[in-house]
């Protein structure tokens, strides 16, 4: 964000950072923003574009087809991918970087899903939390809800355990920040993603005591009881039975 100077006051102030030309939101459902404005993207693409935003480093034409190809001849996948990179970069020739054998998705592209993981490290990193600007919604979707490829199911289950981990995060620093409205945000979204994790359940509990009202944190344990015994038979732990007994 570079600072700009007023001309008349002296005063410096910074201007917005550009939007980037293009976004691949893969978090809630796939899309793709060109300038800001939605691009209709045929499926073959998404699936290449997602495959390549998941992965870290260049992808192997031979890797690459193989994956997103799997009940392919091998002459069959590679004539796909071939296509697909065809198509992709008529879209624009900036979404994919292509290197030799090496596929890797374009360096200028913005990736909600990285931008998820690195506030979820940032959170993770000690003193980190008082510092970051996450927010509940951030970690409030899944990886693209609708797709059953194997590469998927395995790298939403990953980012499930990431989303929790954070929100749980998020929720106790928020609390202990006294910033006590996203704070229980952070909990109800992390315990609306699994409603039996007890560490959530324990987090969202915390921040409704914190802010008083311990009717709803009362109200809250309650309900999480009811419903372990429902569907696994079980109690909650001592530890939190002994967070809420005081306020019985």
Not at 1 to 9: D, G, I, K, L
Not at 96 to 121: C, K, P, T
Not at 193 to 202: D, I, K, V
């Amino acid at each position: 964000m570079a600072p700009v100077t007023n001309s008349t006051s002296g005063t410096v102030r910074r201007e917005p950072p550009p939007l980037p030309v293009n976004e691949l939101r893969l978090l809630h459902g796939f899309q793709l923003r060109h300038e800001n404005v939605a691009v209709t993207v045929p499926t073959n693409v998404q699936r290449l574009l997602a495959f390549l935003a998941l992965r870290s480093r260049p992808q192997h034409r031979t890797t690459l087809a193989g994956c997103l190809w799997v009940d392919s001849t091998e002459e069959r996948a590679a004539a796909n991918m071939r296509t697909a990179l065809w198509r992709a970069r008529r879209i624009d020739g900036d979404l994919v970087s292509v290197r030799g054998n090496y596929v890797q998705i374009g360096s200028e592209v913005r990736v909600d899903l990285h931008e998820m993981m690195n506030a979820a490290r940032h959170l993770a990193e000690p003193g980190g939390g008082g510092q970051t600007e996450a927010t509940p919604d951030q970690f409030a979707d899944d990886l693209l809800p609708e797709w059953y490829d194997d590469w998927v199911l395995l790298e939403r289950e990953r980012l499930r355990q990431l989303r929790l981990h954070s929100l749980e995060a998020l929720c106790v620093q928020l609390t202990r920040a006294g910033r006590l409205a996203l704070a229980i945000d952070a909990g109800v979204t992390a315990v609306a993603c699994e409603p039996l994790r007890e560490s959530a359940q324990r987090a969202l509990i915390e921040a409704h005591l914190a802010e008083g009202n311990v009717s709803e944190a009362v109200r809250q344990y309650d309900s999480y009881r009811a419903l372990l015994r429902e569907s696994l038979r079980i109690e909650p732990s001592t530890a939190l039975r002994d967070l809420v007994r005081p306020c019985r």
